[in-house]
């Protein structure tokens, strides 16, 4: 695909009540997106191990020109401080830390963890642990609407190995089915314990591969994701870190 840098930039256009925000879910097999109100049209490619920050940008432009946006709200796979990317993606191609992405869109973008943005969208009040059982461990909490994206994937959980380990699709390869629902269950117990929420939402793609959801567990929605892009622009909704 073309480099960013081989488009013009739009001018950023402030935010009106006719403009609309669009959200982009980044993820290691598709980049999803989709423009304010929820449950308007999702549009999708396909990403993978070669896909640059400047590739996903021309992507989303190519696959929304009919699109009339004015902010962007991005989930990044891997964490996210202060707007911007602190590491590259373990699934992606390289050249996300330090990309422009405003410039490269053309208008303000927000950005957050990928999971962080789901969780958001799960929301329901009080303390909240989201967990997004995906190609690794994602995870956020928020308490009073104060979201924090967490990194809890990388935590030591048993045997030497992390919960991403037990959790994340090479741990579903390993262990198969049966055992991998067994140690969802652990794991959640002993976060439940260690973080005390009022529930946990379980999200990701591999959550539909549960039996049963553990105690005090809900299920989330990937399309969570995009009410959580769409409430970073909302005022007085919530407070992000």
Request: proline share 7%.
């Amino acid at each position: 695909m073309r480099s960013a840098g081989t488009r013009r930039s739009s001018p950023v256009r402030p935010l009106t009540p006719d403009r609309k925000i669009l959200t982009i879910d980044v993820g290691g097999t598709h980049v999803k997106m989709m423009r304010d109100p929820p449950g308007s049209e999702e549009r999708l490619f396909t990403s993978g191990p070669d896909l640059t920050a400047g590739d996903m940008v021309v992507g989303v432009r190519d696959m929304t020109k009919d699109w009339d946006d004015a902010v962007v709200s991005m989930g990044y796979p891997g964490p996210v401080v202060h707007n911007r990317p602190l590491a590259e993606p373990h699934n992606l191609g390289a050249g996300w830390v330090g990309f422009d992405f405003k410039k490269a869109f053309g208008r303000p973008v927000k950005i957050v963890n990928d999971a962080a943005m789901q969780a958001l969208g799960s929301y329901q009040g009080g303390r909240m642990l989201f967990l997004g059982l995906g190609t690794g461990l994602g995870s956020a909490m928020i308490v009073d609407g104060i979201l924090e994206p967490m990194e809890l994937g990388h935590l030591p959980f048993k045997r030497g190995r992390t919960f991403e380990d037990y959790l994340g699709s090479a741990g579903l390869e390993r262990l198969g089915t049966k055992k991998w629902r067994h140690e969802v269950e652990a794991a959640v117990a002993r976060l439940t314990a260690a973080l005390e929420p009022d529930y946990v939402v379980i999200g990701g793609g591999n959550a539909r591969k549960l039996k049963e959801l553990p105690a005090n567990a809900r299920p989330g929605d990937n399309q969570n994701a995009f009410a959580g892009g769409f409430k970073l622009w909302t005022p007085g909704k919530h407070t992000h870190a």
